[in-house]
């Protein structure tokens, strides 16, 4: 059992979706708590120059 589950964290394959997956989802945070503010929203620092 410990073999086989070394073995797998092992892979490259599995390393590499691990890493993409972590990638996408911080991403997707991201995207989710800075995408509902536009430059009118009122924080854009340009708007009293």
Request: positive net charge; proline residues 0%; aromatic residues 24%.
């Amino acid at each position: 059992m410990y073999d086989k589950l070394k073995q797998l964290i092992t892979n490259q394959t599995v390393k590499w979706f691990g890493r993409f997956a972590y990638y996408l989802l911080i991403l997707l945070l991201l995207l989710f708590m800075y995408g509902f503010n536009d430059a009118s929203a009122g924080t854009y620092i340009y708007n009293d120059f």
